[in-house]
């Protein structure tokens, strides 16, 4: 056996594992402080705040009294408040009635009903808002498109003579006028009515003078990004990538590349790819993949798992902290949208299980991103927080949802379930919760 060979491949995987626990860690840990501080401001005792499961590995007891804990499998956390029986919040009947009335209502069970909502709630509302942060931290530091269109800096492209330059202001291509970047459909008309070669005639302005220049094709076929788990990243492209043929045919634009693709019907396609001056053969299958679509519900479509971008980086100009966070507000609801619509037409049978992923899935995932760059790393960290805010408001018990269904019965009737009602419906849903997941993991081994 050649130990020096499997070097790499257990490399890859000690980084994917450590991607997955720092994405878990970050989320999980802003969750569960969510429901502590809350807690904490509603009268309620936190008794200990684990990040982890399972052997303690450093802790400290604060002024509050609060236990802080890092355990050794980094796979989760809890935050266990006064009464509770476990870490899922199970009331410890016994344990409440001995204490005073007075310290009772720093129990979760003792407390009033919208300390309790409030707390439960703000766990999944912290995934959120940390989802919110981030998208808008990374919009304000990518900027918007400046207006009008100009040259912020051109990508590494194969294409020979070319006479366009950073700062360049484009009024035409080919003769056509250049609209606004925001107008989007009008954009994508210029776009498709132009010639698809490698070089094109750019009129531009620059310093205040109008003149013409040689440009690239403004949307090549370029890999700016590979989505994990796809034919793409599997066979070991990477971003910044030119496909310059496939099955032999040249190709000028990204267009020619997806028309291909989507009408392959699967086959393996061999393609020449330019990558930083040296050229390079792959071959690879697309893979068939379910996609939302505008309208809602899904369509099944071969892709082999890239996204293009322009042959240059625009000129941008600084995003206000107003629009970026709603823009990362935006983008929250989306992946809740979505979430919600994949969750349906899983169940009804529209779309496979297979787009369930587990555990294995996700490291993957979160590894594929981190190799892509801290910037894709941050972004699948915010988008994993809202899916795992939406996924804790789901009403099943033990769920953060199942808790707030509970707190709405007492609000409608009342009074709270009974013990007995709670033990039943607890351990329905704790059978739920863990079937779905070893489901999710079936998937992560049988759908790769």
């Known amino acids: 056996m050649d130990i020096a060979a499997l070097l790499p491949q257990f490399g890859g995987i000690f980084m994917t594992v450590l991607a997955f626990v720092v994405a878990l860690s970050v989320i999980v ?10 807690g904490r401001w509603s ?38 408040f006064l009464g509770d029986a476990n870490a899922a919040s199970a009331k410890d009947g016994e344990a409440v009635a001995e204490l005073p009335p007075e310290v009772q209502r720093q129990t979760m069970h003792g407390a009033p009903l919208w300390a309790r909502t409030a707390t439960v709630a703000a766990g999944p509302v912290f995934n959120f808002v940390l989802s919110i942060l981030i998208f808008a931290g990374v919009m304000m530091t990518q900027g918007k498109v400046a207006e009008p269109l100009s040259i912020g ?22 003769g056509q006028p250049v609209p606004g970047f925001d107008d989007g459909a009008i954009f994508d ?52 990538d030119v496909i310059t043929a496939i099955d032999g045919t040249p190709v000028a634009a990204f267009s020619q590349l997806k028309d291909v693709v989507e009408s392959s019907d699967g086959r393996a396609l061999e393609l020449q790819v330019w990558r930083a001056g040296e050229v390079m053969d792959f071959v690879l299958a697309p893979r068939r993949v379910d ?15 890239i996204a293009g971008g322009m042959a240059f980086e625009p000129a941008t100009e600084t995003l206000g902290p107003v629009e970026a966070v709603t823009g990362g507000a935006v983008q929250v609801w989306r992946i809740i949208e979505g979430s919600v619509s994949g969750l349906y037409h899983m169940v009804t049978g529209a779309i496979s299980s297979c787009n369930m992923s587990g555990p294995i899935g996700i490291a993957e995932v979160s590894g594929a991103m981190a190799s892509q760059g801290a910037e894709s790393f941050i972004w699948f960290i915010a988008v994993l927080s809202a899916a795992v805010g939406f996924l804790n408001l789901l009403p099943i018990p033990v769920l953060d949802g199942g808790h707030l269904a509970f707190y709405a019965y007492e609000g409608v009737t009342g009074k709270p379930p009974s013990d007995g009602a709670l033990r039943i419906l607890m351990t329905i849903g704790l059978t739920l919760v863990l079937g779905l997941m070893l489901f999710a993991l079936a998937n992560d081994i049988m759908c790769s």
Do not use: C, N
């Not at 499998?73 to 266990?80: A, I, M, N, W």
């Open 29 to 38: 840990a802003v969750h569960e402080y969510g429901h502590y501080i809350v």
């Open 43 to 80: 009268g309620i005792k936190a008794e200990v705040f684990s990040l982890g499961f399972g052997p303690v590995l450093f802790s400290r007891v604060d002024k509050h009294g609060t236990q802080w804990q890092l355990a050794a499998l980094p796979f989760g956390g809890f935050v266990k």
């Open 153 to 174: 800096e051109l990508r590494p492209l194969p294409a020979q003579g070319l006479t366009v330059q950073p700062g360049d202001r484009l009024l035409e291509i080919e």
């Open 189 to 240: 008309d210029l776009i498709g009515s132009l010639p698809k070669q490698p070089v094109l005639d750019y009129r531009v302005e620059r310093d205040g003078q109008t003149m013409t220049v040689q440009g690239p094709y403004p949307l090549p076929p370029l890999v700016a990004q590979l989505a994990p788990q796809s034919a793409a990243f599997d066979t070991k492209l990477r971003s910044g």
């Open 291 to 305: 996609e939302p679509l505008p309208e809602g519900g899904f369509q099944a479509s071969w892709r082999i798992g």
